[in-house]
Antibody, heavy 116, light 109 residues
Framework: QMQLQQWGTGLLRPSETLSLTCAVH????????WSWIRQSPGKGLEWIGE???????NYNPSLKSRVAISVDTSKNEFSLKLNSVTAADRAMYYC??????????WGQGTLVTVSS | EIVLTQSPDNLSLSPGERATLSCRAT???????LAWYQQKPGQAPRLLIY???SRATGIPDRFSGSGYGTEFTLTISRLEPEDFAVYYC??????????FGQGTKLEIK
């Protein structure tokens, strides 16, 4: 059974860079897109972006200028960096696998808080 | 950008009743690109339905999805106590590539 395990810094100051990593266990890393999604009370569920095993990426235009998603196929991991964070970036962040056109496996979530 | 609007925002029903949740899109969606999720407090969303009407692995058959074009429906035929949660629809499209509805909270009456 596929499992996604994620980790990263939960407390940031304004202008810092958010950094999260997601490890994929128990399934094939190849042949899928791997996404980051966030959830906040104000904006609901918001797709951030995705990466393939080859490193090809797609980003949400609303975040594109601040986001980078990368992949490490040797470890079956992918990572999210979001720079210049503000209070508006406070959310639960999830990693997820793209099945066909939907998200079929999810990480457990990481709560990110931004406070000075 | 395609916007998904779910209705109602809140739905109060009793166990054993039938639940009908709606998801309306601002433009036509390929049915293959519409999914539904269930989320319980403190948990990540769980995929229920993909391709508008196909149940994901392990999902009970009391959950069904239907619809096409701009109108989609998630039906729970007979509510079990564990079905009370928040439900989201999601579409695959262009710019952004994926988007979600605002959710319907299904509460015990």
């Amino acid at each position: 059974q596929m499992q996604l395990q994620q980790w990263g810094t939960g407390l940031l100051r304004p202008s810092e860079t958010l950094s999260l990593t997601c490890a994929v266990h128990g399934g094939s890393f190849s042949g899928h897109y791997w996404s980051w999604i966030r959830q906040s009370p104000g904006k609901g569920l918001e797709w951030i972006g995705e990466v393939t095993e080859s490193g090809s990426t797609n980003y949400n235009p609303s975040l594109k200028s601040r986001v980078a998603i990368s992949v490490d196929t040797s470890k079956n991991e992918f990572s999210l960096k979001l720079n210049s964070v503000t209070a508006a970036d406070r959310a639960m962040y999830y990693c997820a696998r793209v099945g066909g056109w939907e998200f079929d496996f999810w990480g457990q979530g990481t709560l990110v808080t931004v406070s000075s | 950008e395609i916007v998904l609007t779910q209705s109602p925002d809140n739905l109060s029903l009793s166990p054993g009743e039938r639940a009908t949740l709606s998801c309306r899109a601002t433009r036509t969606i390929n049915s293959a690109h519409l999914a539904w999720y269930q989320q319980k407090p403190g948990q990540a969303p769980r995929l229920l339905i993909y391709g508008a009407s196909s149940r994901a692995t392990g999902i009970p058959d009391r959950f069904s999805g239907s619809g096409y074009g701009t109108e989609f429906t998630l039906t729970i035929s007979r509510l079990e106590p564990e079905d009370f949660a928040v439900y989201y629809c999601q579409q695959y499209g262009n710019s952004p590539r994926y988007s979600f509805g605002q959710g319907t909270k299904l509460e015990i009456k």
